[in-house]
């Protein structure tokens, strides 16, 4: 691909040819947040620029804050792979890819640099004021691919984010006692964990049966707003925070 103006006034453009024309004249509604999961920030850009690779993203943001744009945000990247949020499969139509140096859990999953997510945060917030994206669109990776997806990851600090405008947070419900809700159980109880699930947005079929897919879900939610714990199990916790993520959206639509 030829040489382009960044949309992000502190990106430096680095064209990769990994990229198509959004389809059904989607225009971004979302931000999807990556990690690379490679060993180095090198190789992670030209396997994004590699064409027998065919992935890419629209933004790569370094360690040091660095901000390389390589695809315009007009056009589709190919970051989101196979995944569903909402009523959405096909997120690369509808979204902005953002992938961000860091070896992964492969890597043991390091703390992000705070120059980095300093730049994360001004990436975000560019884009959400140039295409007024709402705060329940900055989504992860693992939101919309749960057991097949890890990234961001649970060091990713969503709520440093939230307390700079940018994505849906709510405090954690603390870690304690009571009823939950485990792999094998099934019911009502199992249903009505899964609508909430699906209703926030996450892939999540409402079969009244905890399987090995509900409890990918429940991880990936875990992973993302409730970190202390990862486990899959939908404890007073767990349930309780997506409760409370429900009521936050509702209320500010009714505001």
């Not at 890819?97 to 390091?110: A, F, K, M, R, T």
């Not at 007024?132 to 939101?143: L, N, V, W, Y």
Request: proline share 9%.
């Amino acid at each position: 691909m030829s040489a382009f103006t960044p949309d992000h006034p502190k990106a430096e453009a680095h064209p990769s040819p990994n990229h198509g024309e959004r389809r059904n004249g989607r225009t971004p509604d979302s931000i999807l947040l990556h990690y690379t999961g490679m060993p180095t920030a090198q190789g992670a850009l030209e396997r994004l620029c590699d064409p027998a690779a065919e992935v890419s993203s629209h933004y790569l943001v370094l360690e040091d804050g660095h901000i390389l744009q390589l695809v315009p945000e007009a056009r589709r990247a190919w970051h989101a792979g196979a995944g569903r949020w909402k009523d959405d499969s096909d997120l690369n139509s509808c979204s902005i890819g953002v992938e961000i140096v860091n070896p992964g859990h492969d890597g043991d999953l390091p703390p992000y640099p705070p120059a980095q997510i300093k730049a994360v945060i001004a990436l975000c917030a560019d884009i959400i004021a140039r295409h007024g994206i709402a705060p329940a669109r900055i989504i992860a990776h693992s939101d919309i691919a749960p057991g097949r997806k890890r990234d961001p990851g649970e060091h990713f600090p969503w709520e440093a984010l939230h307390e700079r405008g940018v994505g849906h947070w709510v405090a954690p419900a603390p870690i304690a006692g009571g009823r939950f809700l485990s792999p094998g159980e099934q019911g009502q109880p199992v249903e009505a964990l899964q609508a909430m699930l699906g209703l926030y947005g996450y892939p999540c079929p409402q079969t009244g049966t905890y399987d090995r897919e509900t409890e990918a879900v429940v991880a990936a939610f875990q992973r993302r707003f409730r970190p202390a714990r990862v486990d899959g199990i939908a404890d007073a916790s767990t349930i309780i925070t997506l409760r409370d993520l429900i009521a936050s959206l509702q209320s500010n639509r009714q505001g």
